[in-house]
């Protein structure tokens, strides 16, 4: 008698446990889809995530990069030549949203959300976590992924000039674009089986 008292009353414990469970999970995924299928996230980019969700989306950011740069640094960062290879690349490529020394706020720049950092501040990255940036881009952000039009050497230019742009004056990076060899030249330089161009042609 003793053991199927014991018995039932685990059972009923048991039952109790799950069904608070199960409820919990239920409520929890009807809240989710509320929110959801609603439309009451306002995604517009004029208007900032609360406090809660920025500091969330700012931790999933920062582990996401840290755990995924691994790649080899080149000992050569500070080389003349990949400094002004990225230099050119920037002010094609970044300066419309990043800015640079000297320039104004463009109109991208102001509409962007989130914003895109002024990199001539630094960005408090490693140059392995720069380069990873760059080459993959960062989702719903509006931060491209160059990886996927340039390869890998080029892109260690960009970061070779990244390392350097905050000791630059406006002098000083204007000369040093000035002094960057033409993008079709540096896009000449790089395996053409990675181009997107060749990629359309073999129709991969
Ligand atoms: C269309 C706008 C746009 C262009 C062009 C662009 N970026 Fe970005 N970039 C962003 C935005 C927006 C962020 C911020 C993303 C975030 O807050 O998570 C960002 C983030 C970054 C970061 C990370 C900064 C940090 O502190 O975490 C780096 C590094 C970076 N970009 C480098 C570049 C480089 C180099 C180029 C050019 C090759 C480039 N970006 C071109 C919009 C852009």
Same mark, same amino acid.
């Given at each position: 008698?003793?053991?199927?008292?014991? =018995?039932?009353?685990?059972?009923?414990?048991?039952?109790?446990?799950?069904?608070?469970?199960?409820?919990?999970?239920?409520?929890?995924?009807?809240?989710?889809?509320?929110?959801?299928?609603?439309?009451?996230?306002?995604?517009?980019? $004029?208007?900032?995530?609360? !406090?809660?969700?920025?500091?969330?989306? !700012?931790?999933?950011?920062?582990?996401?990069?840290?755990?995924?740069? $691994?790649?080899?640094?080149?000992?050569?960062?500070? $080389?003349?030549?990949?400094?002004?290879?990225?230099?050119?690349?920037?002010?094609?490529?970044?300066?419309?949203?990043?800015?640079?020394?000297?320039?104004?706020?463009?109109?991208?720049?102001?509409?962007?959300?989130?914003?895109?950092?002024?990199?001539?501040?630094?960005?408090?990255?490693?140059?392995?976590?720069? =380069?990873?940036?760059?080459?993959?881009?960062?989702?719903?952000?509006?931060?491209?992924?160059?990886?996927?039009?340039?390869? %890998?050497?080029?892109?260690?230019?960009?970061?070779? =000039?990244?390392?350097?742009? /905050?000791?630059?004056?406006?002098? !000083?990076?204007?000369?040093?674009?000035?002094?960057?060899?033409?993008? %079709?030249?540096?896009?000449?330089?790089?395996?053409?089986?990675?181009? /997107?161009?060749?990629?359309?042609?073999?129709?991969?």
């Amino acid at each position: 008698m003793r053991r199927s008292s014991e =018995f039932s009353i685990r059972t009923r414990a048991w039952t109790v446990v799950a069904t608070v469970i199960i409820a919990g999970v239920l409520v929890t995924c009807g809240a989710a889809s509320l929110l959801v299928y609603s439309g009451a996230y306002d995604i517009a980019a $004029d208007m900032p995530h609360s !406090q809660r969700v920025y500091w969330l989306l !700012q931790k999933v950011r920062r582990h996401s990069i840290a755990a995924r740069a $691994d790649d080899v640094v080149p000992d050569d960062l500070g $080389d003349g030549k990949r400094i002004a290879s990225g230099a050119g690349q920037y002010a094609e490529m970044c300066s419309s949203c990043h800015l640079a020394p000297g320039m104004k706020r463009t109109e991208i720049s102001r509409g962007l959300y989130p914003r895109a950092p002024e990199l001539r501040r630094g960005s408090g990255l490693t140059p392995a976590e720069e =380069f990873w940036v760059v080459k993959h881009g960062i989702k719903m952000t509006g931060m491209p992924a160059w990886g996927v039009t340039h390869d %890998d050497e080029l892109l260690w230019d960009v970061v070779a =000039f990244l390392r350097k742009l /905050p000791e630059l004056t406006a002098e !000083q990076y204007q000369a040093l674009v000035k002094s960057a060899p033409t993008h %079709d030249e540096m896009m000449g330089k790089m395996d053409m089986g990675n181009s /997107p161009e060749s990629g359309h042609e073999s129709h991969q």
